[in-house]
């Protein structure tokens, strides 16, 4: 009996990235990026493996928390200067969004999903001001907010100070998820709306 000795670098590249896209892309792109070998490394740079990337995760419980901060490194250093612009969708929390969105351009980024997103959050971002404020009014056409709190709601509309706020001009799609946590809102504190 014959026996082969294959591994899955003999597959054809086509294969290969069928296989790839089956599995978690921010898994492929962890644990096979940069490993010294120039195939692979092409095959997981490729547009369909690195246009969505989720940096959160969602438990059991449905709580969101962010990937463990080594991961969370390595994808900033190594990962994201190097595929950034291949990048369509990013989710991300708000206390690791600023160095994910440091880390390159976004040429691409169209969709941009924020977690555990607050006033303060907003009065640093999404102001005149933000590092971020051309992508967020030229580029983004898909902004999901989670964790708005009452307080960010009521200040949206109308704004004391309108010419601080970035006007997101090409947004398409604006969702917001609303936790009341403010007692005299008459709302029980584990109520959540859901607004678009």
């Known amino acids: 009996m014959n026996q082969f000795n294959n591994s899955l670098l003999d597959l054809h590249t086509e294969v290969l990235l069928i296989i790839l896209k ?5 898994d492929v792109l962890y644990s096979l990026f940069d490993v010294n070998n120039q195939r692979l490394d092409t ?3 490729e547009n369909t493996l690195a246009n969505t990337l989720n940096f959160v995760l969602t438990t059991l419980t449905d709580d969101i928390l962010s990937i463990y901060d080594p991961i969370l490194h390595r994808f900033w ?3 994201l200067p190097r595929i950034h612009c291949n990048v369509k969708s990013l989710t991300c929390n708000s206390f690791s969004m600023e160095r994910i969105l440091l880390a390159g351009d976004y040429s691409n980024l169209s969709e941009l ?3 555990s997103f607050n006033v303060k959050i907003a009065s ?3 102001s005149v001001k933000s590092p971020f404020r051309q992508f967020l009014q030229h580029q983004i056409t898909d902004l999901i907010l989670e964790g708005v709190d009452v307080i960010l709601v009521l200040s949206i509309r109308p704004h004391p100070h ?3 706020i970035v006007k997101c001009k090409n947004i398409k799609t604006a969702s ?4 009341i946590t403010n007692p005299s809102a008459n709302v029980p504190s584990k109520e959540y709306m859901s607004c678009t």
Request: proline share 4%.
């Open 22 to 26: 089956k599995l978690e892309n921010m």
């Open 43 to 45: 095959i997981v740079q």
């Open 162 to 164: 309108p010419h601080k």
């Open 113 to 115: 999903k924020i977690f």
């Open 176 to 179: 917001y998820t609303l936790t």
């Open 77 to 79: 250093m190594n990962m």
């Open 124 to 126: 640093r971002y999404f």
